[in-house]
């Protein structure tokens, strides 16, 4: 993964994150779309169970805390690869 796709992938699973903490009805969709860019990274499969959770249950407060720390994993995922992918 180049670095500027990496840094795609941190931003939109940290725009997912904060949609997850402030309760945004946005969440589930942010998620699908950081999942998609992140396709083939270890982030992937997180994000990816992380929509699916919020799109399934959205207003369950067990569910949402839950899809927050896969998030916040794939996000430090994705930080990690685009630290790595650094000249």
Do not use: F, H, K, N
Request: glycine share 6%; aromatic share 0%; with cysteine.
């Amino acid at each position: 993964m180049s670095g500027a796709d990496a840094l795609r992938v941190v931003t939109l699973a940290a725009q997912a994150e904060m949609a997850l903490v402030r309760r945004d009805s946005v969440a589930a969709p942010l998620l699908a779309q950081a999942a998609r860019a992140a396709d083939g990274t270890p982030g992937g499969p997180l994000l990816a169970q992380a929509a699916a959770m919020v799109r399934g249950e959205p207003d369950r407060e067990a569910i949402r805390q839950a899809a927050l720390s896969l998030c916040r994993m794939a996000l430090q995922e994705a930080q990690a690869e685009a630290l790595g992918a650094q000249p």
